[in-house]
């Protein structure tokens, strides 16, 4: 079963970048769809971006087109998320799935923490 480690979050000003990492270790990466969700408080978990195995094809949640990048590195079994022009509404811990169809596939990480302040 596949682990995984979320990295990268912390605290930006609003129109600032981050760039997330998630290390996957175990199961079969290179063949599975990736997914980074975020949950902010008082909120459900929602899925943000998605991106298949060979790294062809993505999905974006209407709220982050055009300013996040789901990208990934098949050699490190790793999955990357590049925020730009974050906004406040971006504040939530951020974690990183295997995706069948639309849901989470697998256990959770402990998420990574993204704060942004306005």
């Known amino acids: 079963q596949v682990q995984l480690v979320e990295s990268g979050g912390g605290l930006v000003q609003a129109g600032g970048s981050l760039r997330l990492s998630c290390a996957a270790s175990g199961g079969n990466f290179r063949s599975y769809t990736m997914g980074w969700f975020r949950q902010a408080p008082g909120k459900e978990r929602e899925l943000v971006a998605r991106?298949?195995?060979?790294?062809?094809?993505?999905y974006y949640a209407d709220s982050v087109k055009g300013r996040f990048t789901i990208s990934r590195d098949n050699a490190k079994s790793t999955v990357y998320l590049q925020m730009d022009s974050l906004k406040p509404e971006d504040t939530a811990v951020y974690y990183c799935?295997?995706?069948?169809?639309?849901?989470?596939?697998?256990?959770w990480g402990l998420g990574t923490q993204v704060t942004v302040s306005s």
């Open positions: 799935n295997r995706v069948l169809g639309v849901s989470a596939s697998g256990p």
């Open positions: 991106i298949n195995w060979s790294g062809i094809s993505t």
